[in-house]
């Protein structure tokens, strides 16, 4: 019998929902209102049948609507943040989360586990070795691995043993774990500057007379000798080039040194940092080699600072190297 009863937008979408299912379709119902999937599963529960018509002029009025419909915004902050993802900060993200109380329902472990090894190794390194372990046992097993390889062995050991007894420790206290380390990392993030207190450090050290660099790092060693050690891994200086530098890489690094200033770093070299001159001259043709033995030994005397200044010249331009992703510097073992 035809429908005769003009039909509520209620149950036009109870019935539009229904042809769907029954063509296979589906429906992620679950991201409408709770009062909204109730209502309609009232609505289905209390029809019966319709006729073709009645079900053809229902399909083409929401086929018209759906036409005439230009864009879909997202129905609360939670799906707005899941479209803005990658596109606004995470500390904004964070604060937006707060601000509408949706932190409780997100596990923070979802993103943390989903950070590079690069960005956790601090927090393996600097906390208590049980928060370690709880972060290691989070972690797909790969990535565990890769970060324990970048640890000091001492350490990587005695993380491993923490995860074994973690398991006395609850779910709540892991999450609370979680959400200690997020706020952390994402005021990392946040930060007014692009690298870390170590790394600035470092960099300002790598170009500062040896006998300041000395005096700095002594004085760290007093007041924070875990910070010092960091800041000693960061820093590059001319005595760390045998080390540091693969010797198929001098001969492009030669390229860019000035002639005259590699000579006067050699003949800087003479007493302290005489390795570093022998690796340079030992990875250069045997021609150029004499010849910046005999320049070297034709400069003049140089003052402690010239020398500093002489051996910074030829650090300055690995680093320029570096930037530019033209040399590598190795790992320093230790």
Known sequence: ???????????????????????????????????????????????RAIDRATLDAVIAEFVDEVDHLGLAFPSGIDHALDILDGSISEAAAARVRHEAGLDTRRDPWERITDLDPAALLPVLDSESVEVAAVVLSKLKVSKAAELLGMLPGERARRITYAVSRTGAVGPATVRRIGEALLAQLDAERASAFAEGPVDRVGAILNFAPATTREEVLSGLDETDGVFAEKVRRAIFTFANIPARIDARDVPRILRDIDQTALARAIAASVEADSATAEFLLGHMSQRMADALREAAAETPPMTPAEADAAKVEVVRVIRALEAAGEVFLLAEDG
Request: glycine fraction near 8%; proline fraction near 9%.
């Open 1 to 47: 019998m035809p429908q005769t009863t003009p039909l509520s937008r209620r149950r036009k979408a109870a019935i539009v929902v229904r042809f769907l299912l029954s063509q296979g379709h589906k429906l992620p119902l679950g991201g409408l209102p709770q009062d909204l999937q109730i209502a309609l599963t009232h609505e289905l529960a209390g029809m």
